[in-house]
């Protein structure tokens, strides 16, 4: 069970994780995504420097527990820092939320061997950890994977293809869904019974990555395919126990860490490019451009407070609270973007300007798993009647 239920709140409460101290702490961090980002959405590939930042920077242990080399950072923590990343470049703010994401999963549910295994690596920054749970064709519910895993005598043989897996070909460690049994009648919403995680190594020879295709959104954020074929994993790849993996889908939400956090990442960048334009038009005395901009802070701080409550797990069903984070923040970030769009007039019909990179980018938070039209579906069946 859990490993972590366990950061104490004396840990929580003497972590440095107030905004400000974290834009000081990763201040060479982010100056390099901010100069980097616009020519690695127009080439679609993460540079090799924005790699070597991300890796050196300290940020990937946020979500490992201190005694193997992370911070012990809970959902707060995250979500902080996956917004202030999704400010300067949307694509890295995924890659990093898988990181952190899987690096719970382990966490909580990995063996002692595999937390030994993993997470010094996954905390140092030398190893970086992706996802590899959506399929062309299975649905955004997961419950009709195609993707098998067959136990043999010294382990188990998966077979199948994953599609939109983010970190293709960057990651070390994938996290990867599949059927290990027939599935049953079951009602489950979002999962399936009978299906099993395995962590596979990137050099297994069973597993190739394909990083061709071509997003509209999240350019640089590496997404693409997993091909597995006959790829042979030991026992002790399994994560969790045998075809239980609908049990720890359906925990990830009540972590708190949610991909709103992106989204409100997005809106407050948008929101600032309309502020700089009216201070540079002189504009921001006039009343409509004051209750214009009131406006915006306003819908930037209202998606910002329901991540922040996702984070802190404080509400009667905190993953309810996670589901709406996502639809609330990715909803009014796509309509904040739409009205920066029309405030800045011509400017804003410009290929190269940043505010239709982000626009572009924060449609893809909503057809994230789960995707919005899923959560909503997951809240209506859960949310007490």
């Not at 490992?64 to 911070?71: A, F, M, S």
């Not at 959902?75 to 400010?87: S, W």
């Not at 994938?174 to 489950?188: C, F, I, K, R, T």
């Not at 701080?301 to 984070?311: D, F, K, L, T």
């Amino acid at each position: 069970m859990p490993f972590t239920e366990a950061m104490t709140r004396a840990d929580a409460a003497s972590r440095p994780d107030d905004r400000e101290a974290l834009r000081e702490r990763y201040a060479p961090l982010y100056r390099t995504l901010e100069a980097e980002a616009a020519a690695a959405d127009t080439a679609g590939e993460l540079p090799e420097r924005v790699l070597d930042a991300l890796r050196s920077s300290g940020i990937l242990g946020a979500a490992v527990p201190r005694e193997y080399g992370g911070q012990g950072g809970d959902a707060v923590l995250t979500n902080r820092l996956v917004e202030q990343v999704a400010g300067l470049d949307p694509s890295v703010s995924i890659i990093l939320f898988q990181h952190f994401a899987v690096s719970a999963r382990i966490t909580e549910w990995g063996t002692p061997a595999q937390r030994a295994r993993y997470l010094p690596r996954l905390a140092d920054g030398s190893w970086l950890a992706a996802s590899a749970w959506s399929e062309s064709g299975a649905g955004a519910d997961k419950r009709n994977i195609a993707t098998k895993a067959v136990r043999v005598a010294d382990g188990w043989i998966l077979d199948g293809a994953k599609a939109f897996t983010t970190g293709a070909g960057l990651a070390q460690v994938y996290l990867v869904l599949a059927q290990s049994s027939e599935p049953g009648a079951g009602d489950l919403v979002y999962g399936s019974d009978g299906q099993s995680f395995y962590l596979v190594e990137a050099d297994n020879p069973g597993l190739a990555a394909d990083t061709s295709l071509d997003l509209v959104g999240m350019r640089a954020s590496a997404t693409g395919f997993i091909e597995l074929r006959g790829c042979a994993v030991p026992e002790d790849a399994l994560l969790g126990p045998v075809g239980k993996a609908a049990t720890i889908i359906a925990g990830v939400r009540e972590s708190g860490a949610t991909l709103g956090a992106v989204a409100v990442g997005i809106a407050d960048a948008v929101y600032r490019m309309a502020l700089a334009k009216a201070r540079q038009q002189r504009l921001t005395e006039q009343p409509l451009t004051r209750h214009r901009l009131s406006d915006l802070s306003a819908q930037v701080e209202s998606a910002r407070a329901i991540v922040e409550a996702a984070g802190r797990r404080e509400g009667p069903d905190p993953g309810l609270t996670t589901l709406r984070s996502k639809v609330v923040a990715s909803t009014l970030a796509e309509e904040i973007c739409l009205q920066v769009q029309r405030y800045l007039g011509s400017a804003g019909f410009v290929a190269g300007h940043p505010v239709n990179r982000l626009a572009r980018d924060v449609r893809a938070v909503c057809l994230m798993g789960p995707t919005n039209d899923l959560c909503r579906q997951l809240i209506s069946v859960e949310q007490p009647s």
